[in-house]
């Protein structure tokens, strides 16, 4: 052994701390006396001792050793009783082990087992082996002696070989640091990310690992993780940077492990640079991101912008996904009719990304133009399922709704291909679903379409959405409506702006705008007030008629105190009710209203061709008609209808 070896306490095995100095009897070296009592008593302690015990005198000859001693250095008990105790000590060590043997001798005081030192016992057969020595003084009667409690710790120290190894082989750099934070063990890999040498690291601060703008929580933190200790896998979430010798910061992912240990906890770190990955995660989302905006400026530009209607005032949101390319197939439109009626779209193509984006495009444009003929809903739908059974085949399906807003008529017209309920809020009363049939989606092919017509209140608010404001994959969808109605009841309450209740309404719906998996539609409308006036007659499809006709708008717009209109309105409605009477069927209808902008006069009739404006010839009879309205009127348009069609014109009470 290399340091001095000494004899265990009599009274007890030494434990890990070693035994106290202590005066008690010892047997003297001749083998012939009779023990005493009190000497059997501490022969008895010495052989029950765990660990083997060799007790030498201030010479360094061996005194006493038990059975232990015997088995693990492979001596018979005669051969080391008073022989030198560096029988025991590899060559290698003996000049210094007498050395330090002397040392301890002047300077004696208890060494517990353990204490830092590497040292090796020889064996009889010439083996060495790696041990622990825990010394004791004794001071007694015959001088003093000094007891040595030694453990062989081959065993551990094989584990710890294996522990290094692989600790070595790592593919991580590995960072073991004590419960105060002190680096206690690294492996190459330590050495080579951070750029330090193993001593510049151990019984170092592990903090000096750490970005300076960092140390002060990092400290806060380690003690709590002491106190609540749990592993932590590679990657939790946390930004995380390591600091190498030379300053420079690099991102690092940790994973910590706790190590219940007989020296105590040690908390293993696994530190992994990650500088490549972060930066190809910056580029992959810059290039998400530039993907992204082509991808929602190709949509924008599809959905296209709903004009403003005069005095039909509304807000919409849309808001896209927030996976993926963030597109989808959602879509709304403001289609003005003429005549003071306003058709609203709004659909939903099932799916999502860039196709869906597309045929949400295409089926904007048809369903605007188709709008503008002023075809009943139900009729719209038709030619939409159409439209979608050719773009992408049978499997594609399609949500719609298209209401038919008529103020002065007060009524709205409704045709729902699988879509949620349109919502409408009358004045002074609650938010309620509109009471109109839902048919299947398009797409789904032969089955007709079903519109309804009712009756709907001046002021009214319409509020029609799309499924991606409501349904969430862990919600009911009844529910979820029934929380977007009770937010629409409270957003008109507070205010009756429609831009602020929009606002209010996604506030309270999604809270979290940065978290929907499906693209957003909202549009809130309010009708506009009801026409000032309104006057109606029916006339036979005879030629007198046209004079009656005009008599009957003469005294209307002197009634309305508008007969500054009244020469350029007989001349369009002669017109008018003159084609109607010569190419349509009986009998003519005419509908004359005027609200604080404009005046409208509509003629309808049995016929369901529409009159088609034609240039006459300098000696043609007819064929101007059209062509003076087109000219004086500040708008016109023919509508289709059930009974046949209806064509209309407006003239300004503004301009003039």
């Given amino acids: 052994m290399d340091a001095t070896i000494a004899a265990v306490s009599s009274e007890s095995d030494p434990g890990p701390d070693g035994p106290p100095p202590c005066r008690c009897p010892v047997p003297a070296p001749r083998h012939e006396q009779t023990p005493s009592p009190a000497e059997e008593r501490f022969r008895g302690l010495l052989e029950a001792a765990p660990d083997a015990m060799v007790i030498v005198d201030d010479t360094g000859t061996i005194r006493l050793v038990n059975a232990q001693t015997e088995a693990l250095f492979g001596y018979d008990r005669e051969e080391l009783l008073g022989h030198p105790v560096e029988i025991l000590v590899p060559g290698r060590f003996r000049n210094h082990h007498a050395h330090h043997r002397n040392g301890y001798i002047h300077?004696?005081?208890?060494?517990?087992?353990?204490?830092?030192?590497?040292?090796?016992?020889?064996?009889?057969?010439?083996?060495?082996?790696?041990?622990?020595?825990?010394?004791?003084?004794?001071?007694?009667?015959?001088?003093?002696?000094?007891?040595?409690?030694?453990?062989?710790?081959?065993?551990?120290?094989?584990?710890?070989?294996?522990?290094?190894?692989?600790?070595?082989?790592?593919?991580?750099?590995?960072?073991?640091?004590?419960?105060?934070?002190?680096?206690?063990?690294?492996?190459?890999?330590?050495?080579?990310?951070?750029?330090?040498?193993?001593?510049?690291?151990?019984?170092?601060?592990?903090?000096?690992?750490?970005?300076?703008?960092?140390?002060?929580?990092?400290?806060?933190?380690?003690?709590?993780?002491?106190?609540?200790?749990?592993?932590?896998?590679?990657?939790?979430?946390?930004?995380?940077?390591?600091?190498?010798?030379?300053?420079?910061?690099?991102?690092?992912?940790?994973?910590?492990?706790?190590?219940?240990?007989?020296?105590?906890?040690?908390?293993?770190?696994?530190?992994?640079?990650?500088?490549?990955?972060?930066?190809?995660?910056?580029?992959?989302?810059?290039?998400?991101?530039?993907?992204?905006?082509?991808?929602?400026?190709?949509?924008?530009?599809?959905?296209?912008?709903?004009?403003?209607v005069p005095g039909m005032p509304t807000a919409s949101r849309y808001l896209p996904a927030t996976q993926g390319a963030g597109v989808g197939g959602d879509w709304f439109d403001l289609v003005p009719l003429g005549a003071g009626r306003v058709g609203i779209l709004i659909g939903d193509v099932m799916g999502r990304g860039l196709e869906a984006a597309a045929i949400m495009g295409q089926l904007r444009s048809a369903a605007h133009a188709l709008a503008k003929t002023g075809m009943q809903p139900r009729q719209l739908m038709q030619s939409l399922d159409a439209i979608v059974a050719e773009l992408d085949g049978p499997d594609q399906l399609v949500t719609c709704c298209y209401l038919i807003v008529a103020p002065d008529a007060g009524e709205v017209t409704v045709c729902s291909a699988g879509h949620l309920p349109a919502l409408l809020a009358a004045p002074g009363q609650r938010v309620r679903p509109l009471d109109a049939p839902v048919s299947v989606p398009l797409g789904v092919g032969d089955f007709l379409h079903q519109q309804t017509t009712l009756s709907v209140a001046a002021g009214s608010r319409l509020i029609l959405f799309t499924d991606g404001l409501i349904e969430t994959p862990e919600g009911d969808i009844e529910e979820q409506l029934a929380a977007l109605v009770t937010a629409l009841d409270e957003a008109f309450a507070a205010t009756s702006d429609l831009e602020s209740a929009a606002d209010r309404v996604l506030t309270s719906v999604l809270p979290s705008t940065d978290s929907h998996h499906d693209d957003v539609t909202l549009l809130l409308t309010q009708l506009p007030a009801a026409p000032v006036a309104t006057a109606?007659?029916?006339?036979?499809?005879?030629?007198?008629?046209?004079?009656?006709?005009?008599?009957?708008?003469?005294?209307?717009?002197v009634a309305w105190n508008c007969d500054r209109l009244a020469d350029d309105a007989r001349l369009l409605v002669s017109e008018v009710v003159t084609n109607a009477i010569r190419h349509g069927q009986g009998p003519v209808h005419v509908h004359v209203r005027h609200n604080s902008t404009e005046l409208t006069v509509e003629v309808s009739d049995h016929s369901h061709h529409p009159p088609q404006p034609r240039i006459a010839a300098d000696d043609d009879e007819s064929g101007r008609g059209l062509v003076l309205v087109d000219t004086l009127a500040q708008d016109w348009g023919v509508r289709p209808t059930d009974q046949g069609k209806t064509t209309w014109f407006t003239l300004s009470l503004t301009s003039r």
């Fill in 107 to 308: 300077n004696r005081q208890v060494r517990p087992m353990g204490a830092g030192l590497e040292l090796h016992g020889l064996r009889r057969d010439g083996t060495e082996f790696p041990v622990e020595i825990s010394l004791s003084p004794l001071e007694t009667t015959d001088g003093l002696l000094v007891s040595a409690a030694v453990r062989d710790v081959s065993e551990r120290k094989a584990a710890e070989e294996r522990f290094r190894s692989l600790l070595e082989a790592a593919p991580d750099a590995m960072v073991i640091v004590d419960d105060t934070g002190t680096i206690r063990l690294v492996n190459a890999q330590t050495e080579a990310l951070f750029g330090y040498d193993r001593e510049e690291l151990l019984g170092h601060p592990v903090e000096i690992l750490v970005p300076g703008r960092f140390r002060n929580h990092h400290a806060h933190h380690r003690n709590g993780y002491i106190h609540n200790r749990q592993v932590r896998p590679m990657g939790a979430g946390l930004e995380l940077h390591g600091l190498r010798r030379d300053g420079t910061e690099f991102p690092v992912e940790i994973s910590l492990s706790p190590l219940e240990t007989t020296d105590g906890l040690l908390v293993s770190a696994a530190v992994r640079d990650v500088s490549e990955r972060k930066a190809a995660e910056t580029q992959l989302t810059a290039l998400y991101e530039q993907q992204r905006h082509v991808a929602l400026t190709l949509q924008r530009s599809l959905m296209g912008t709903p004009p403003a």
């Fill in 536 to 557: 109606t007659t029916d006339l036979p499809a005879v030629s007198s008629s046209v004079s009656e006709a005009r008599t009957f708008l003469t005294k209307a717009l």
